[in-house]
């Protein structure tokens, strides 16, 4: 199988893709399309079948909940069992956006979209691609990202194509997401309301809206209870090449701090290196170890939304381009900076010796 991809730069593509994609759906065939945070991969969250089918493509664990896409309350309202007050403040202030509110489920969502558990997460998409495909099936979408189990996320048709290109049938290209992480997850059914992964809503903007707001579990605290949101296990947004965060104050700390990772090597470490604030210059300081090759530095502006959007697109960079380390200079503090931090933290769970060079 290998993925057709259809754009939709033009009112005549974008209808024929949305046509096409809600043909397939319909069919029971999963598609990719693209969201404002990250490409989802959408099956019809009604039919138990074609979500298993999901499963089976991302090689996802079974445990895991799937997040359904709606396109318009009404349609949210449908998926619950109730629809609290706060859920309609949340839907009026972030609705379409990057949120998804995690709620009882109603009778019409299989147990293989809430991994048998009790409630269901629902999110109003901006994306008009996807907001079109929704309203053509009639439906809501059942969707993951559109990435194989624990790697990272795509926000391009083509970094789809280069992790499901042979696995699905159809890939709608609508560009690249405005957002470039993940939504927030709030989970409804908590007191207070507790955020279950950080995204871009802020738990300070969503507090702003419904009073108090939890911050999610501390990973050390999360050990000891039963899994709330299993996508919030280390190691998942993970690039292929180990992940490093790090901090200096000049050049010379900086390869003294590559050259202690590169040690013991026989050929040089090839390091990418993702920095807002300390750009290095083009040559190593003199002195510097010869066991390490800086091959790419990427620099992302120091503004929150705009490093969420490239932060991913860099990664799968560095991926393609063969960096064996991906060093990414330590991000600001400050709620805007919250869910990116997250991001980072997981891809780094992975040691550079664990990773088998
Ligand atoms: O931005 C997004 O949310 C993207 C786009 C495609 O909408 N989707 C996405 O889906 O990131 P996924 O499956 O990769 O991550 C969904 C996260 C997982 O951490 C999952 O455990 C959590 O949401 N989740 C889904 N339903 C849940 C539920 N009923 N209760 C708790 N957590 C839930
Ligand atoms: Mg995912």
């Known amino acids: 199988m290998k993925a057709e991809i ?30 404002e945070t990250v490409y989802g991969l959408a099956a019809n969250a009604l039919d138990a079948d074609a979500v298993a089918r ?20 009404e349609m949210a309202r449908r998926c619950v069992a109730e629809w609290p007050e706060a859920a309609e403040r949340l839907a009026r202030a972030f609705w379409p956006g990057p949120l998804t509110l995690v709620l009882p489920r109603s009778a019409a ?29 009639g439906f809501p979408l059942a969707a993951p990202s559109a990435n194989l189990a624990s790697r990272l996320s795509p926000t391009s048709a083509e970094h789809v194509r280069a992790q499901l290109g042979e696995r699905i049938r159809l890939i709608v290209d609508g560009g690249s997401c405005a957002v470039g992480i993940e939504s927030t997850v709030l989970d409804l059914t908590a007191r207070p309301p507790r955020v279950l992964r950080p995204g871009m809503i802020t738990a300070e903007s969503l507090a702003a809206v419904l009073g108090e707001v939890a911050l999610p579990d501390s990973p050390a605290g999360a050990a000891n209870e039963p899994l709330r949101s299993p996508g919030l296990l280390e190691k998942h947004y993970a690039p292929a090449a180990p992940l490093v965060l790090m901090e200096w104050r000049d050049e010379a700390e900086l390869y003294r701090q590559l050259a202690a990772l590169a040690a013991g090597r026989t050929a040089p470490l090839r390091v990418h290196l993702l920095v807002h604030t300390r750009i290095p ?15 790419r530095v990427a620099v992302i502006p120091q503004d929150a939304e705009a490093f969420a959007r490239a932060l991913y697109a860099e990664l799968h960079r560095c991926d393609l381009s063969g960096a064996e380390l991906i060093v990414v200079e330590s991000p600001p503090r400050g709620p805007e900076w919250r869910a990116i931090a997250d991001r980072l933290r997981r891809a780094a769970a992975r040691s550079l010796s664990a990773s088998g060079g």
């Not at 089976?56 to 309350?73: E, L, S």
């Not at 300081?285 to 010869?290: I, K, M």
């Open 109 to 137: 969502i299989p147990d293989v979209v809430t991994a048998g558990g009790p409630t269901v997460g629902v999110r109003w998409p901006r994306h008009p691609v996807m907001q079109a495909v929704i309203r053509a099936c």
């Open 6 to 35: 259809l754009p939709t730069d033009t009112p005549d593509q974008f209808q024929a893709a949305v046509q096409r994609a809600a043909e397939l759906l319909r069919a029971g065939e999963p598609v990719a399309l693209p969201t």
């Open 281 to 295: 210059a083009g040559t190593a300081p003199a002195g510097a170890t010869s066991n390490v090759t800086l091959e």
């Open 54 to 73: 999901l499963y089976q493509v991302k090689g996802r664990p079974a445990h895991n909940p799937i997040i359904v896409h709606v396109a318009g309350v």
